[in-house]
Each structure stands twice: as structure tokens, then as C-alpha cells.
């Protein structure tokens, strides 16, 4: 049974982040299937984040990480480009994905000719995707993959500001690092589709 980007995104992450944590340097405090304390209260979790239930943690991804920066839109346009903001915005928020991609087709507008420069707001709406499509028209499919990729690399060099600021978070560099450049071949893969129809068949029967 085919899955959809979404899912395998879905369900990759969970995967990765595994069910409850509470490391000393992690700035986010505990988390469960990747989803921090603060996050599980502002969609109305108020219990221990031991018993954070699945279901709710695959709805979280839906809405906060995906459908919030528009990636239902942006997905038909380049797949590759929606895998790379998907988790951008898991792992730093779903705002500075959004302004990694309207800084980084600021700087590839051909000084506005192909289309005005975008307020970098984080906001993923109307302007920003046709900003995108207009790209898309200009350079075609090599330039959606160079938008993606150099938005991938700014989002490594993101990471290593992170634990050059604070050495704690080189506990976590490594395994940052690693996530970002292996993630198209987790979610493209056959584990990918596995790990999808195993979550999403357990969220249908009612188990997680």
C-alpha cells in the first residue's frame, strides 16, 4: 500500500525521536515521540509526558509541521524542498523554516526581476508561494533541487552556530548532523513507507 510524503515524514521522525527523554542539556526540557512539554500544552495536553499519547503526537506533526508552512502546496512543487522544511521546522520551528525559504529566494528573486522581494516573517502565505512558483518557472526542476539544497546547508550551519554558542549542545551536533543528511534516504526508502503504514494502521485501529 502506497503512503503519502506526509505520513513518511511523519512517521520517520517519531521513529527517530523514540518515546520519552528528558536530557539535562536539552533546552527543550522532556519530550515524547519528539514533541516538547511546551508544545504538548498549547495543544491541550496537560498530563506527563510519559503518557503523551501517540495519536496526539502524529496530529501535532500534521498541523503544527506541515500544514502550518503550507507544505500541502509546496509538496506538489518539489517533494524534496517539503522533506527539508517538514523537519527543519520540527527541529527549530515551523517559523524559521518558513524564513530560511523567504530569505533564500530573496537572494535568488534576480534582484526582484523574477518577483519582489518577500517579508521575512516566517508566515508561509500567498506571497511567499507564488514567489516559489515563480522560481519554479524561471529555473525549473535544477533550481528547486539548488533552493532546497542550499536551504539544507543553512540549516547545518545553523545547527553548528547552535553548539558553537553553547558547548552543551555538542552532546546533540553529531546526531543533528547525521539526521539532516541522511533524512531523503530514511523517508524515500522502504523503511520509510514501513514505518508509515505501521503508524498509521495502529492510529486506524485505535492502539497508539
Known sequence: ????????????????EGG??????DRGGPTNFGITQAVARENGYHG??????????????EARYW?????DRIAPISSILAEYLFDYGVHSGPGRAGQELQRTLNVLNNRGKLFAD???DGAVGPATLAGLEAFHRSRRGEGLFVLAESINGAR????????????????????????IVNLRHEVE????????????????????
Not at 500500500?1 to 527517530?16: E, F, G, H, N, P
Not at 520519552?20 to 542539556?25: F, I, L
Not at 506527563?48 to 506533526?61: E, G, H, N, Q
Open 67 to 71: 500544514t502550518s508552512i503550507r507544505l
Open 1 to 16: 500500500m502506497a503512503t503519502t510524503l506526509k505520513q513518511r515524514l511523519v512517521a520517520s521522525v517519531i521513529d527517530r
Open 189 to 208: 526508502g522502504d523503511r520509510g513507507n514501513h514505518l508509515a503504514l505501521n503508524l498509521y494502521t495502529e492510529i486506524a485501529t485505535g492502539v497508539a
Open 20 to 25: 520519552y527523554v528528558n536530557h539535562s542539556s
Open 118 to 120: 518577500l517579508k521575512v
Open 48 to 61: 506527563d509526558m510519559r503518557y503523551l499519547p501517540k495519536s496526539l503526537a502524529v496530529k501535532i506533526y
Open 156 to 179: 547545518i550551519a545553523f545547527c553548528r552556530g547552535l553548539a558553537e554558542r553553547d558547548q552543551r549542545q555538542e552532546d546533540f551536533t553529531y546526531g543533528w548532523f547525521r539526521r
